[in-house]
């Protein structure tokens, strides 16, 4: 199954852009890239996804590499709710699967 | 308002007991998902389903059970052969557009499974 590495965690000051990075280098060519975060004692929530262009909602950005093998989802202005574990996540095509990682517990410091 | 439930919030099991978790939607979706989540760990698949009366064994299916006889409800029942069950429990539900495969997840807040 395809895989995603993310860092086991990160650091950023309040009100700063943060980068979070991830690698699926496995992913296939019609595999879904999405990305959710998860408050402690939470359930996660979705954040964002995409497929081969750059996407931009309210809550984030997410830059995919030109040839998918990475993507980077960005907070423009971190808070300190934007504190969470976010998970960069592929949707298989062949089974509609999500394939969670350990994802990235991000570290706002004010 | 729309959204996914999960009851109870903290749940006790003694040895050699079962226990089922509750899930219910009222998103009208096809789709529903039971997650285990262990420390520090990300999600791993235990049950889906796409339809009613039809679910499929995800990656740690062994020593659970679930039934999807309605739409709304998915419960997932921990049974005496899961022999290291605490963890936290999480279910999903998704639209199951299946055409544009954006299949994002909603996730209701999860249930403590505790071995006593």
């Known amino acids: 199954d395809a895989k995603t590495t993310q860092p086991n965690s990160m650091e950023s000051n309040e009100e700063e852009p943060v980068h979070l990075p991830c690698n699926h280098s496995?992913?296939?060519?019609?595999?879904?890239i999405h990305w959710y975060r998860q408050l402690p004692s939470q359930g996660p929530e979705y954040v964002i996804h995409g497929l081969t262009s750059n996407v931009n909602n309210r809550m984030a950005s997410l830059a995919i590499a030109e040839d998918r093998k990475s993507s980077t989802l960005i907070l423009h202005r971190a808070t300190l709710r934007d504190a969470a574990v976010y998970y960069c996540?592929?949707?298989?095509?062949?089974?509609?699967?999500?394939?969670w990682g350990a994802g990235t517990k991000l570290i706002i410091k004010p | 308002d729309g959204g996914i439930t999960q009851s109870p919030k903290y749940l006790f099991r003694k040895e050699g007991q079962n226990v089922t978790l509750s899930c219910e939607q009222n998103l009208n979706h096809d789709a529903m998902y039971w997650y285990r989540q262990d420390p520090g760990q990300g999600l791993r698949l235990i049950y889906y389903s796409q339809i009613v009366n039809d679910f499929q064994k995800g990656d740690i299916a062994e020593g659970y059970s679930v039934s999807r006889e309605k739409k709304e409800s998915f419960p997932l029942t921990v049974t005496s052969a899961q022999k290291n069950p605490t963890a936290f429990y999480l279910c999903?539900?998704?639209?199951?557009?299946?055409?544009?495969?954006?299949?994002?997840?909603?996730f209701g807040p999860g249930t403590r499974l505790l071995v006593l």
């Open positions: 496995t992913i296939s060519g019609t595999d879904y």
């Open positions: 999903a539900s998704s639209i199951r557009t299946g055409v544009d495969r954006k299949e994002t997840q909603y």
């Open positions: 996540i592929l949707l298989m095509d062949s089974n509609y699967q999500l394939i």
